[in-house]
Structure formats: structure tokens, C-alpha cells
């Protein structure tokens, strides 16, 4: 596992602020993929009204380092829980960088190599810099590795229905990951004025809404993304992915579940949310 956290280049590189010809210099330094994968992944964001506000708040010396010492404490205890889920050490590439807005976290793959990408900007325009949060960040991120190398992460997503089943089954797989390697099957970062305590009292509910909507041909992204929600709560879809793959858990080993069709998923989530 091979760590990178670029936050002292990005202070030197931007100490007079953003600059989009520095910036593709800065990202050719990491990788010579890096920049092309980044602007092409945000080439339908307004860069002026929509991106770089977020680069330019995110170039704060004070703000950057405090990012920075959390991500290296858990980076220093990132092993004590990995054999839990990975056979020996994982062959990723963990880097901490400034992207374009493209997510506080990226599963992704950069020369060759199965990568985690931080995006700087986006973990301090959602507060998520402090110590709890970079980790569940990071862990889930590495779940959805996990699940790359295990089994079947990338379902087609040609259809409204198809998209919202692959969106809830790989996000499902990657909170029971998160869970796994931070040891503790109640901890979600979204758990803030009784965020966790609603998603249990309304399961029913969400699930029976979530399987309307993709019988009706309906769009999901309530359920997902800190600038959607459903009924006033954001994020709802982390929770219900992770207790349907929970309640697969108990018929299926982790490895099968991770391995799943698109027919099958669809059939056991149809289960899973008629049941009382």
C-alpha cells in the first residue's frame, strides 16, 4: 500500500491562490492520468459559480493542515483492522490531493493501480477534515476496492431501475466494508441529530419507497449525496444499502454476496423490501 499526501505541495504550489495551469502541473506530478481524469469526470460542472469558490476556500493554510494531521493519524493505524477483510496488505495507492470538485472520495484506478482519491476541497467544503470522519471516508472508499478485487463492483447502468439497484447494492457492500475495518457496525458519519436513530425507526418505510420508485422508472438520488435528501434526511441510501447486504449476510458469505448479478440483486432486494 503505497500512501501519498500532497497538502505541503498544494500550499507551496497555490500560496497565491488557484490556478488552472498550475493545477495540471500539480496533478502531471501524481500522475500523468490524473488531470484528464479529473477534468473529464467534471466537464459538465460550472467551473466559475460551482468549482473553484470551493478551491479557493479549500486554500487555507490553517485548514489544509488540520486535514492533513488527521488523514496521517489514520493512515499511522489503518493496518490494525485490514486482515479483517483482506487476505494480506492490499496493493492500492491512497492519495490525499486537490481534484476539481470530483468528491471528497474516489474509488478509482490511476496507472494501472487500484486508487483511493481524496479530493482536499471537497472534505473541507463538507467538514468532514476531522479525524472520525477521514476515517470512515477512507474505509469506505477501500471497501469499494474491496469489492473491485472480490467481485462484481461495476453492474451496467443503463436504466433508472438498473442504476438505483447497482448505486444501493456497491454502497451497501462498501458501508458493511467500513464497518468491518473500523470495528464498529452502528458507526456512520451521517449519525448527527439522531440521523441513525430516524433511518431505524423509518426502514420500512425507506426501503418500501426506494423499491416504488424503482418499479416506477423513478430517479433515487433522494437517497444519496449531502445535497439531496429524503424527507429532510440526506444520505439515507447508506443506510438502507448496508442493512439490506446485513440481511444477506445471513444466508450468503460476503464473498458470494459481492459476486452477484444484476438479476440477483434485483430479486433479493425485492425480498428484502416486502418483508415486515
Known amino acids: ?5 500532497t497538502c505541503e505541495k498544494i500550499k507551496t504550489e497555490f500560496k497565491n491562490g488557484f490556478d488552472m495551469s498550475l493545477w495540471k502541473k500539480y ?44 488523514f496521517q493519524t489514520v493512515i499511522d493505524t489503518l493496518n490494525d483492522n485490514l486482515s479483517e477483510l483482506f487476505d494480506n496488505e492490499p496493493d492500492i495507492n491512497i492519495i490525499l490531493y486537490l481534484g476539481l470538485c470530483n468528491g471528497a472520495g ?20 463538507l467538514d468532514w477534515g476531522d479525524e472520525n470522519n477521514m476515517r470512515a471516508l477512507i474505509l469506505h472508499e477501500i471497501g469499494h476496492l474491496w469489492h473491485e478485487m ?12 438498473r442504476k438505483g439497484i447497482a448505486q444501493l447494492y456497491c454502497e451497501g457492500i462498501a458501508m458493511v466494508c467500513e464497518h468491518i475495518l473500523c470495528g464498529d ?13 430516524w433511518c431505524y425507526e423509518n426502514e420500512n418505510d425507506i426501503k418500501r419507497e426506494y423499491l416504488r420508485r424503482l418499479d416506477a422508472r ?11 435528501a429524503y424527507k ?5 441510501g447508506y443506510f438502507l444499502g448496508c442493512q439490506f447486504i446485513e440481511s444477506l449476510i445471513k444466508i450468503y458469505s460476503f464473498k458470494e454476496i459481492a459476486n452477484f448479478s444484476y438479476r440477483k ?7 428484502y423490501a416486502c418483508r415486515v
Open 1 to 5: 500500500m503505497k500512501v501519498i499526501n
Open 27 to 70: 496533478a502531471h506530478s501524481i500522475s500523468k492520468e490524473l488531470a484528464a481524469k479529473c477534468e473529464n469526470d467534471a466537464k459538465n460542472y460550472d467551473f466559475n459559480n460551482n468549482v473553484l469558490p470551493v478551491l479557493e476556500e479549500a486554500l487555507n493554510e490553517e485548514k489544509i493542515n488540520i486535514v492533513s494531521q488527521n
Open 106 to 125: 474516489w474509488a478509482t484506478t490511476l496507472d494501472g493501480k487500484n486508487t483511493v482519491l481524496l479530493g482536499l476541497e471537497k472534505i473541507i467544503e
Open 150 to 161: 472480490n467481485g462484481n463492483l461495476h453492474i451496467p447502468e443503463y436504466t433508472k431501475r
Open 185 to 197: 457496525d452502528q458507526f456512520y458519519h451521517q449519525n448527527k441529530d439522531g440521523w441513525l436513530e
Open 218 to 228: 423513478e430517479s433515487v438520488q433522494d437517497f444519496f449525496g449531502d445535497w439531496c
Open 232 to 236: 429532510g434526511h440526506s444520505d439515507v
Open 265 to 271: 440483486i434485483n430479486k433479493e432486494f425485492k425480498k
